[in-house]
């Protein structure tokens, strides 16, 4: 639907080390889409949730 769902602000460097982790627990089953946006570029990637 084009709505913001959940937005979270990460450390460069914890992404790094650690990845990202979503939790979806919370979220209708569906395709989202998923925008992670550093100082080099933003990446855009689709995610389904199935429960």
Do not use: N, P
Request: proline share 0%; aromatic share 2%; glycine share 8%.
């Amino acid at each position: 639907m084009g709505q913001v769902v959940r937005s979270s602000l990460v450390a460069a460097h914890t992404v790094q080390q650690e990845g990202v982790k979503l939790q979806t627990a919370d979220l209708s089953a569906g395709v989202y889409v998923v925008r992670l946006t550093t100082s080099e570029g933003t990446i855009t990637k689709k995610v389904v949730v199935q429960h």
